[in-house]
């Protein structure tokens, strides 16, 4: 056989067999949820691995439908300045050599909202963020917890630091106090000011599925501390 293509070699499915994209489904998200995701009614009648295989290999549009679902389930991989700054953070900490973040992310749904938190974090003047247990639920993510470890980028995907989780608390909307909307450190810190932007932040995220939040929906409060940035790679140097 000849040598991949480097088109073959950028498209993530090559190489990955159906079989393991059935079973990395299957353990992530479930027959149920893949059935509803994709529309395949064979998901939802007592599904088997065996008799799903021989049904995609014989129904192009289903095995399409399946592929595009992995690859929105699978993490994306991580751009050039988020492998710069663990790289350079892992020489800083030797005892991580073999460590890779759990993840990588920028805040908000805009550039100046994201850009002004990715700041904010570097400077360590945002030590929490919050999320709808909502968004977990609806799209299958694992709950954060106390340990991991996270690059924070701006919106355009340049890393600016790394934070480790410290506290994980889930709190309904209505009961967040100031103290903690302070750690948020977003805008003027007070209370007002986190009621207001995360409730049209959960509005804009729902909207798409027709929901609404609601005043005691539940919070993910994560508390974290900024253990790396940028400025570190300079000071180095």
């Keep these: 056989m000849g040598e991949a293509t480097q088109e073959q070699l950028n498209n993530p499915l090559h190489g990955v067999k ?31 691995v065996k008799s799903s295989l021989r049904f995609l290999r014989k129904t192009d549009w289903a095995r399409k439908k399946v592929e595009d679902l992995y690859l929105d389930t699978i993490p994306a991989q991580a751009p050039k300045s988020v492998v ?23 805040f908000c749904d805009n550039e ?15 030590q929490a963020t919050s999320t709808s247990l909502w968004y977990f639920e609806k799209h299958h993510v694992d709950l954060p917890k106390v340990g991991k470890i996270y690059v924070v980028t701006d919106w355009y995907k340049i890393a600016k630091a790394i934070v480790e989780v410290v506290s994980v608390d889930h709190v309904p909307f209505n009961e967040v106090t100031a103290e903690y909307a302070a750690i948020e450190g977003e805008g003027d810190k007070s209370l007002e000011y986190w009621k207001k932007s995360h409730w049209e932040y959960y509005t804009r995220e729902m909207e798409e ?10 919070n993910v409060c994560e508390q974290f501390k900024t253990i790396f940035t940028i400025d570190n790679i300079t000071e180095e140097k």
């Design 84 to 106: 710069a700054l663990w790289e350079a953070f892992q020489a800083a900490n030797p005892n991580l050599e073999k460590a890779q973040p759990d993840e990588w992310f920028h």
């Design 209 to 218: 599925f027709d929901e609404k939040p609601t005043e005691d929906m539940i």
């Design 112 to 126: 100046k909202e994201a850009k002004e938190c990715a700041q904010l974090t570097r400077e360590g003047i945002k």
């Design 18 to 48: 159906l079989l393991d994209i059935l079973e990395y489904l299957v353990e992530k998200i479930g027959w149920e949820e893949m059935g509803e995701a994709t529309g395949i009614k064979a998901f939802q009648y007592r599904p088997t």
